[in-house]
């Protein structure tokens, strides 16, 4: 049973940087995707950034040049790196698991990641 445990989530001022970790457990095949999602209270949950099982990756437009993501195949553990961050960007950030899809090209649909973390709340003061 897979199982995803996020960390590194705080309060910081603005213009600070944060790195999100998302740690992977109980899937015994190394290909695998993981989804950064995040939400607001009254918002939609909107994607950010994922990385494919082939270690493709993609940033949404309005977070590149600042956010990026990476994975750490030995520890089975995916990173979100946050940098400049901004008033706006206070969310609890979720990362979410898929094993349907292998390569990324763009932000894949909520539908295809099947597990999903408990999220991390990220809090960021001007």
């Known amino acids: 049973q897979v199982q995803l445990v996020e960390s590194g989530g705080d309060s910081v001022q603005a213009g600070g940087s944060l790195r999100l970790s998302c740690a992977v457990s109980g899937y015994r095949y190394r290909s695998y995707s993981i989804g950064w999602f995040r939400q607001s209270p009254g918002k939609e949950r909107e994607g950010v950034a994922a990385?494919?099982?082939?270690?493709?990756?993609f940033v949404k437009y309005a977070f590149q040049g600042r956010f990026s993501v990476s994975r750490d195949a030995a520890r089975n553990t995916v990173y979100l790196q946050m940098n400049n961050l901004q008033p706006e960007d206070t969310a609890m950030y979720f990362c979410?698991?898929?094993?349907?899809?292998?390569?990324?090209?763009?932000?894949?649909?909520?539908?295809?990641?099947?597990?999903w973390g408990q999220g991390t709340q990220v809090t960021v003061s001007s």
């Open positions: 979410a698991f898929s094993d349907r899809v292998n390569n990324i090209l763009n932000m894949p649909p909520t539908g295809l990641f099947n597990v």
């Open positions: 990385i494919g099982g082939d270690d493709s990756t």
